[in-house]
C-alpha cells in the first residue's frame, strides 16, 4: 500500500482516540492468542478438502488433486495459518455477553469469524492487492443476512478512495475520498440511501499532521457541527499527549469543549484523564501486568451533579 494521505476516517483520529480508547465502565475480560507463523500452498488445482488437522496455531487441509487432467488423484497438503483466537465477556449492568473470535490467514486473505452467546456468526474477509494498492473487504453476519456489506478502498501516493454498499435489495451506499500527503490532507465522505433516495450524511475534513502534532476540523452531521481537535505529543515515543477538542452544534446552539491528555507514568503504566465543559471527569489507569497483558481501571463523575453515582469500569485483556 502506498504512504499517502490516510482515510478518511484518519481525519481526527488521534485526538478522539486519546478522548475515547479504552475508557470502559462496563467488567470485561479478554484472552487472546496470536501467531505470526505461516506456510504457503499452492492450491489452484484444488478439487475438494478431505480433512483438516490442527496443530500449534497452523492448519493443514488434506486436498484432492488431479494431475494433467488425468484420472490420477494424490492427496497433498495446503497450509492456512491460524492468527489470532480471542475470547471476550462482557458484563453490562445486569446484562453478561461473550464471543469468541478466529482470525485465519492464507496468502492475500485474512478470515475474521466471531460467535456470540446469542448465535450470531459474523465473518470478515479482508483481501489485499486483488487489484494493484486495493484493499476488499467483505463482510456479513448469520442469521441476519441483511447485514452484509462490501467494500473497497484505493491506495495512491496522493489520494485515497473508499466505496461501500450492503449486500441486500435496497442498499445503502458510502463513499469517501481523501487527497493529499501524510503532513495535509483534504476529505469528504456521503452516504445515500438507495430506499427512500435520501443522503443520510456528508462530511467534509481537513488535517494537518507533524511529528510532534496533529491537528483536524471537520464539518459534519449534514453541516449541523463543526469539530476542531489539536494533540500535541510530549515526548519522542508519543507515550504521552496533551488535546483539546471543541464541537459546535448549530441546531442546537450548543458548545462542548473537552481538554485530556495521557502520561506515561514508567514503561508499563499509562494514566489518562479528560474532561468537558459540562463538567463531565473521566480517568484511567492502564498497567502491562505481564508482556501485552494489560488491566485498566475507569471512572467518570460528573462535577456538576455530585449526587449521580459515579461509573467505574474493570478491563482485563491477555495476551499470554
Not at 51 to 68: P, W
Not at 73 to 93: C, E, M, N, Q
Amino acid at each position: 500500500m502506498s504512504k499517502g494521505p490516510g482515510l478518511f476516517s484518519d481525519i481526527g483520529k488521534k485526538a478522539r482516540d486519546l478522548l475515547t480508547k479504552d475508557y470502559t465502565y462496563d467488567q470485561k475480560f479478554t484472552v487472546s492468542t496470536y501467531s505470526d507463523a505461516g506456510v504457503d500452498s499452492d492450491i489452484t488445482k484444488l478439487a475438494s478438502v478431505v480433512s483438516v488437522i490442527c496443530e500449534d496455531n497452523s492448519c493443514v487441509c488434506l486436498a484432492k488433486r488431479s494431475f494433467n487432467g488425468s484420472n490420477e488423484v494424490a492427496y497433498s497438503p495446503v497450509f492456512f495459518d491460524i492468527r489470532a483466537v480471542t475470547s471476550s465477556a462482557l458484563k453490562k449492568g445486569a446484562l453478561s455477553t461473550g464471543d469468541v473470535a478466529t482470525q485465519y490467514k492464507y496468502k492475500n486473505v485474512i478470515v475474521d469469524v466471531k460467535v456470540d452467546t446469542e448465535s450470531n456468526i459474523s465473518t470478515t474477509l479482508t483481501f489485499s492487492e486483488i487489484l494493484p494498492s486495493t484493499k476488499t473487504i467483505a463482510s456479513f453476519k448469520v442469521p441476519d443476512y441483511n447485514t452484509g456489506k462490501l467494500e473497497v478502498q484505493y491506495f495512491h501516493d496522493h489520494a485515497t478512495f473508499t466505496t461501500a454498499f450492503g449486500l441486500n435489495q435496497s442498499p445503502a451506499v458510502d463513499v469517501s475520498a481523501t487527497i493529499g500527503t501524510p503532513s495535509i490532507a483534504f476529505g469528504a465522505e456521503a452516504g445515500y440511501d438507495t430506499t427512500s433516495g435520501n443522503f443520510t450524511k456528508y462530511s467534509a475534513g481537513i488535517s494537518l499532521t507533524k511529528p510532534d502534532s496533529s491537528a483536524a476540523i471537520i464539518v459534519g452531521d449534514k453541516g449541523d457541527t463543526i469539530k476542531a481537535s489539536y494533540v500535541h505529543h510530549l515526548d519522542q515515543l508519543k507515550k504521552s499527549a496533551a488535546v483539546g477538542e471543541i464541537i459546535r452544534r448549530f441546531s442546537s446552539n450548543e458548545n462542548t469543549f473537552t481538554v485530556g491528555g495521557s502520561y506515561a507514568v514508567d514503561h508499563l503504566t499509562v494514566v489518562k484523564a479528560k474532561l468537558n465543559n459540562h463538567g463531565r471527569l473521566a480517568a484511567l489507569l492502564q498497567h502491562e501486568v505481564i508482556p501485552k497483558s494489560l488491566l485498566t481501571i475507569s471512572g467518570e463523575i460528573e462535577t456538576k451533579a455530585l449526587d449521580k453515582n459515579p461509573r467505574f469500569g474493570l478491563a482485563i485483556a491477555l495476551k499470554p
